[in-house]
């Protein structure tokens, strides 16, 4: 259960820097690539904020999925729907870890920072998925499946 709060605050630091860019209405992360000065060009004017608020808001639905996986739902459409999301999540995290890594190994732009923190956040992703696998693996009254 720990491993599940600890991605929610991972996830946390994720939305609070995006969350910064919004208001500063500038394009990045926080220790990702260094942002040329045309990437602005394709953004009018407030779209790199609102652009910035909707990663905002990605992350704020990783966490909820996280915290969907912490509530036990009777059906198996409702767990197997929010493991999937949990997978989804967890792929995507690593993919984005292994790739600003390759590109800051690769290129001169910078970004390992960012791609060392996607990298434990993938991680602490599948340590929730698989700690969810395994609280539905377990009976729901355990007492009374010893009998």
Known sequence: ?????????????????????????????????????????????????????????????IVAILLAGRVRFEGRWP??????????CTVLTAVWGVGMLSTALIGDRGG????GYCTVWAVLMFLATRDLRRRYARPLNPVSSRR
């Open 1 to 61: 259960m720990r491993i599940t709060y600890a991605a929610m605050t991972w996830t946390g630091l994720y939305v609070a820097s995006k969350i910064g860019y919004a208001l500063d209405g500038r394009l990045g992360v926080t220790g990702g690539p260094r942002v040329s000065p045309d990437s602005y060009l394709d953004y009018g004017p407030g779209e790199v904020a609102l652009a910035q608020w909707a990663n905002a808001g990605s992350g704020l639905l």
């Open 79 to 88: 767990y197997r729907v929010v493991l999937t999301l949990h997978w989804i």
């Open 112 to 115: 390992a920072v960012f791609g």
